[in-house]
Nanobody, 128 residues
Framework: QVPLVESGGGLVQAGGSLRLSCAAS????????MGWFRQAPGKEREFVAA?????????YYSDSVKGRFTISRDNGRNTVYLQMNSLKPEDTAVYYC????????????????????WGQGAQVTVSS
């Protein structure tokens, strides 16, 4: 088990910014790949962003957030972040962070089936 706790969600106007944090427990945080997904009401969970196990390593983004969102991690703090800029109403969703084994991650960083542990979710609401 890798307990994950998201924070930083909230209500923001279109064009605004929010930063989500995901804190993980355990001394092996630095060996895991991390991802962010989101789920809007009535829709399936969708990939948002992901990063490998190294701070400053390769990152992946969905086309819908590329150029607006940035994923980063601080292994010293056991935390992964999602900086969200230029938010749009269609970004409204519950955002989840998740942990993946690095070997599985290489095969499918955008696939939710790649990830083994999930946080409880953080609500992000963007008003128009």
């Amino acid at each position: 088990q890798v307990p994950l706790v998201e924070s930083g969600g909230g209500l923001v106007q279109a064009g605004g910014s929010l930063r989500l944090s995901c804190a993980a427990s355990g001394r092996t945080f630095g060996s895991f790949a991390m991802g962010w997904f989101r789920q809007a009401p009535g829709k399936e969970r969708e990939f948002v962003a992901a990063t490998g196990w190294r701070s400053g390593g390769r990152t992946y983004y969905s086309d819908s957030v590329k150029g607006r969102f940035t994923i980063s991690r601080d292994n010293g703090r056991n935390t992964v972040y999602l900086q969200m800029n230029s938010l749009k109403p269609e970004d409204t969703a519950v955002y989840y962070c998740a942990v993946a084994d690095p070997l599985k991650f290489i095969a499918g960083p955008r696939d939710p089936e790649t990830y083994d542990y999930w946080g409880q979710g953080a609500q992000v609401t963007v008003s128009s």
